[in-house]
Structure formats: structure tokens, C-alpha cells
């Protein structure tokens, strides 16, 4: 869960300067209204760019404005926020123009680009409100949002070897309109003669997109490799309820139903239109035991899914090449498990320590070059997590985690682009008088 604030312990404006055209300010303010309404303010800017022989020009504005009422038991709020950049990218250049150090008789080093064409804009505007209600036997929650989304990106991977005279420069563009909501309820009962918390939720999120695959040169359109306009509407329904089956064993047992509509509207190719759904049920099942001397064990399973791409639901031709392909499910089931303990057995450190599984019956690969996406094999993830948080002190805390991946397809190949292992520490020091650090 995210709480973003809504009351700032004194207002603030920063102003940051750096090498390379680093600037950046930042300005936020909150200011009480009445007793229970408070309105919360900020705004960033940013422009940097960078050690590149091609300035990278990056501007980048935020702005938050969050009006706020009631408390925490019972209130409302309304955020708006917006988000826009530009720059231009400098991406990857071969090792062996820096090992020659010329391109087309011109020097070229390791901070020079091959297109220096290549870059990007993108926004993000939102609208979004939250209600909520909570007492001794239970909680209302209501929340709503829409949002606004575009993105122009050029790139270059392969420079000259398709397009020999324009150059292989391609652009990815997106623009969609984004509405969702959420309703959930969760009381306190009985069940039979055990103490039982239920919840129920429905969630409804509707996206409306216009995206496509170009070719260009110098982010001047050649051609179109696809153009779409896509409906994606997906509606789940949930229900849980958490039961104590003994005073040291705990169950949580819960149901989810998923539903998912699409349509592709194809403005390159009409044999790649149409429109398909799909639907899944996902049981879940928890215990939980303990605490003893200050430890609990857990075991959760449950079935999930992730979804593919809507153009590849209703595919048949591939748009680059004309050929002939499948299309691919709309939803994909998971399942999954995890086994692991929880601890503050010593003084001041919790940690947990977990091993777990997860089965997808389909990995989703998408080829960036022609527009299209691939599924590809079942697969199997299987790993270990152990997270600890140290607070010795009301001034210092330690963040240490560490998650060890084994992924791979059933035929026993490496999933590309998974990562196998991730590992981070922080330490924090606050309040020692006027300072702090981390």
C-alpha cells in the first residue's frame, strides 16, 4: 500500500546545481483550509545533459496538487498529478567504433552517437479520489481514477543494416486514456464458532489506446509497420475471509475472478483486427502458526495470471513480414507457493526468510524490431528471499535484503532478461540533532 502525505511538517524549496547542465528545484507547500481540509502542494523541474557529445537535454516537470479531508478512520481525498519529459538518447554504440575511434572520418568516442536523432517524449496526467470509512468492526473503501498517457520514443538499434539509405531509426508511439475504480467492504464476523474478518472487492479499469510501430528517419515518419487502436476492459471480483482456527493457527482462504475484454481495431493490416476475452479463477489459500517466542511460520498457495498483449490475442499475420502466426491467450494462469518464517526473536532485527515456486504456462516475449509478441513455453521460478530491518535505536536503521531466482523454460533453456539474483543494504541516521544521513 502507498499513503502519500497529506501535511508536510513545514513547507520547502530546494535548488540543485551540477555538472553537465544538472539544475533542478523543487517547491512544496501544504496549508490547512478548515480543521479537517487540508491542501497539499508541489512542484519539481529538472534539466540535465549529461557528459554526451550530443546534449541529452533532458527536461523533465512534476507537479502534485492533493486536497485532503477527515482523518484516517474516515475521509476523503482528491490528488492531481502531472508528469512530462523530453530528451534525446545517446543508447548503445558498437565496441568497435570506440576501439577505432572514427565513424565515417570524424572522431568517435565512447560518449558519441550513431543517430544522434534518437530520443523521446513522454506525459502522464491523472486525475484519481479515495473515500473511506472505518470503525471497531470494519472498513469502506472507494477509490476512482483516470489518466492520460503519451509517449513518442525514437530508436536505433541496428543503425544501417535494414534501411541502408534512411537508416533503421524507428519510433514507438502511445496514446491511451486510462479509467479504473475500486470498491471494497471487509467486517469482522463469526463463522460458526471461530472469529473470521471477511473482505469484498470489485475493480474495474477500462483502457482506450492508439499505438504503433514506425519507421523513420531523423524522427521523421517513413512508413508504418503497425498503427492500432485497441479497447482493453478488464473486471475482477474478489472475496477472503482470515479465520483464527486455534489460538496459534491462522487461515486465510480467498477467491478471485477475472474477467478480460479486447478489441483491436488494425489500421495496417484488418486481418489482425477483431475482438476476444477471457476469464480466470484464482483460489488462494494461507495458515499461518504462532507466534511462538516471538516467531510465525507461513505457508501461502494460490493460482494468479499475467496478461498478454490484446494485439496478440487477435493476431494472425505477422505485420512486418506477412506471414501467417497464432494468436496468443488473452490470460495466462499461474501457480505458485511459498514456505517461510517470520521473526524478532532478536532484540531490535526483524527478518523473514522464504522459499517459493511459480508456474506460468506461458512466457510472454516481445520483439520490439517488428511489432509483435511471441508466447513462448511454460516456465518455472523457484527461489529465496531473506529480508531483515535492524532499528537499534530511534535514530539508525539498517535495510539488508537479499533474492536468489532459478528461471527457467520447461525444455530447460534460460528465460531472456530474467534476473537470477538481487541483493541491497541501506543504513539510515536521523535526528541526531539537526542532522541526518543514509
Do not use: C
Amino acid at each position: 500500500d502507498i499513503h502519500y502525505k497529506s501535511l508536510l511538517d513545514e513547507s520547502f524549496a530546494q535548488v540543485t546545481l551540477g555538472q553537465h547542465g544538472y539544475q533542478r528545484g523543487v517547491l512544496a507547500k501544504s496549508l490547512p483550509l478548515r480543521d479537517d481540509v487540508t491542501l497539499l502542494g508541489a512542484l519539481e523541474w529538472m534539466g540535465n545533459d549529461g557528459p554526451w557529445t550530443v546534449p541529452e537535454k533532458l527536461q523533465r516537470k512534476n507537479a502534485v496538487f492533493r486536497i485532503t479531508q477527515g482523518t484516517r478512520h474516515s475521509g476523503g481525498s482528491i490528488s492531481l498529478m502531472a508528469y512530462d519529459a523530453v530528451w534525446n538518447a545517446t543508447d548503445q554504440v558498437p565496441q568497435r567504433l570506440i576501439n577505432s575511434g572514427t565513424l565515417n572520418g570524424r572522431p568517435f568516442g565512447r560518449f558519441d552517437s550513431v543517430d544522434p536523432t534518437d530520443g523521446g517524449s513522454t506525459s502522464r496526467y491523472s486525475l484519481s479520489g479515495e473515500w473511506h470509512d472505518r470503525d471497531s468492526n470494519g472498513e469502506t473503501k472507494v477509490t476512482a481514477y483516470a489518466m492520460q498517457y503519451a509517449l513518442q520514443l525514437f530508436s536505433n538499434f541496428t543503425y544501417a543494416m535494414d534501411r541502408p539509405v534512411t537508416g533503421d531509426q524507428f519510433s514507438q508511439q502511445d496514446d491511451r486514456n486510462i479509467f479504473g475504480g475500486k470498491v471494497s467492504k471487509s467486517w469482522s464476523h463469526m463463522l460458526g464458532s471461530l472469529d473470521a474478518r471477511s473482505e469484498v472487492g470489485v475493480q474495474l479499469r477500462n483502457d482506450r489506446i492508439h499505438v504503433g510501430l514506425y519507421e523513420t528517419q531523423a524522427r521523421q515518419v517513413l512508413g508504418a509497420t503497425r498503427v492500432d487502436d485497441v479497447r482493453e476492459t478488464m473486471l475482477g471480483v474478489y472475496g477472503q475471509s482470515t479465520m483464527g482456527l486455534t489460538p496459534w493457527l491462522r487461515t486465510i482462504v480467498g477467491l478471485r475472478a477475472d474477467t478480460a475484454y479486447f478489441s483491436v481495431s488494425s489500421l495496417t493490416n484488418s486481418a489482425n483486427s477483431g475482438k476476444t476475452n477471457a476469464s480466470l479463477l484464482s483460489p488462494k489459500l494461507s495458515f499461518v502458526a504462532g507466534p511462538w517466542n516471538k516467531t510465525e511460520f507461513f505457508f501461502n498457495t494460490g493460482n494468479g495470471f499475467h496478461s498478454n498483449d490484446a494485439r496478440g490475442t487477435t493476431a494472425k499475420a505477422d505485420p512486418k513480414t506477412g506471414d501467417s502466426v497464432d494468436p496468443v491467450p488473452g490470460l495466462v494462469a499461474l501457480r505458485g507457493w511459498e514456505l517461510g518464517m517470520r521473526s524478532e526473536i532478536f532484540s531490535h532485527l526483524q527478518s523473514s526468510l522464504s522459499y517459493w515456486k511459480l508456474k506460468s504456462d506461458s512466457e510472454l516475449l516481445y520483439v520490439g524490431d517488428a511489432g509483435t509478441t511471441q508466447a513462448s513455453h511454460a516456465s518455472q521460478r523457484q527461489g529465496i528471499e531473506f529480508n531483515n530491518r535492524w532499528t537499534p535505536s530511534d535514530h539508525f536503521l539498517l535495510d539488508a535484503d537479499l533474492a536468489l531466482t532459478h528461471a527457467r523454460f520447461v525444455t530447460g533453456d534460460r528465460i531472456p532478461n530474467a534476473v537470477d539474483s538481487v541483493a541491497s543494504i541501506a543504513a539510515t541516521i536521523k535526528d541526531i540533532g539537526p542532522w541526518s544521513g543514509s
